[in-house]
């Protein structure tokens, strides 16, 4: 079994920055790629940004040149570095992870709040 823990969320002023993180535990034998989703009220959850294990990246444009995605793969843990939040960035934020137990499968987290305040 595979387990995903975020921390981080908060409430934190327009302009201001978050950092949200994501470690992963359990029978893990390696990690594709993992990654940040957000999902508003009444709203489908959309990509925030992915990191594979090669290191490639890609980021919704909505956050692009503010948000950045890093992993510590000894740590199998996941980072997303919020600076110059708007108040449309605040939502509930979800880890993701393709990880492979024997089979290759999906997790998530159980979700963070982010609050920007204008």
């Known amino acids: 079994q595979v387990q995903l823990v975020e921390s981080g969320g908060g409430l934190v002023q327009a302009g201001g920055s978050l950092r949200l993180s994501c470690a992963a535990s359990g029978s893990i034998r390696s990690i594709n790629a993992m990654g940040w989703y957000r999902q508003a009220p009444v709203k489908q959850r959309e990509l925030v940004a992915i990191?594979?294990?090669?290191?490639?990246?890609n980021y919704a444009d909505s956050v692009k040149g503010r948000f950045t995605i890093t992993t510590d793969n000894a740590k199998n843990t996941v980072y997303l570095q919020m600076n110059t939040l708007k108040p449309e960035d605040t939502t509930v934020y979800y880890c993701?992870?393709?990880?492979?137990?024997?089979?290759?499968?999906?997790?998530w987290g159980q979700g963070t709040q982010v609050t920007v305040s204008s």
């Open positions: 993701n992870a393709n990880i492979r137990v024997g089979y290759l499968e999906t997790y």
């Open positions: 990191i594979t294990s090669g290191g490639m990246t």
